[in-house]
Nanobody, 115 residues
Framework: QVQLVESGGGLVQTGGSLRLSCAASGTISGQNAIQWYRQPPGKQRQWIAA???????YYDDSVKGRFIISRDVARNMVYLQINNLEPEDTAVYYC?????????WGQGTQVTVSS
C-alpha cells in the first residue's frame, strides 16, 4: 500500500509564496516519480508538475518559472515551491504516484490566493 499526504496549503495574498509538501509512505521508494496536480473551483483537475525517478523536473506552461518541484529522497518527501501566487492559482493541490500499474493520490491541500 502507498499513502500520500499533502500539506502546506493556506490563504495567502497575491504575490506571496507557499511550499507544499507531499509525504509518501508504504511500499514506495523515495525515488519514485511524483506528479502534482491542482483542481480550481468548478474545474477539472489538471497536471502542473512532475519529478522523475532520476530527478528530472517538468512543468505545465501555466506555472513554469513560478513553481519549483524538488524532493528529499531520504525522507521520502516531494515539495512544490509556489511563488508569486495569483488568484488563478486558487485550487486544491494533489500529489500522485504511479506504482506497479496502480495510481495513488493524496487527499489534497487547499491553496487560496486573495487579490
Amino acid at each position: 500500500q502507498v499513502q500520500l499526504v499533502e500539506s502546506g496549503g493556506g490563504l495567502v495574498q497575491t504575490g506571496g509564496s507557499l511550499r507544499l509538501s507531499c509525504a509518501a509512505s508504504g511500499t514506495i521508494s523515495g525515488q519514485n516519480a511524483i506528479q502534482w496536480y491542482r483542481q480550481p473551483p468548478g474545474k477539472q483537475r489538471q497536471w502542473i508538475a512532475a519529478i522523475t525517478n532520476d530527478g528530472m523536473s517538468y512543468y505545465d506552461d501555466s506555472v513554469k518559472g513560478r513553481f519549483i518541484i524538488s524532493r528529499d529522497v531520504a525522507r521520502n518527501m516531494v515539495y512544490l515551491q509556489i511563488n508569486n501566487l495569483e488568484p488563478e492559482d486558487t485550487a486544491v493541490y494533489y500529489c500522485r504516484a504511479n506504482l506497479q500499474g496502480a495510481s495513488y493520490w493524496g487527499q489534497g491541500t487547499q491553496v487560496t490566493v486573495s487579490s
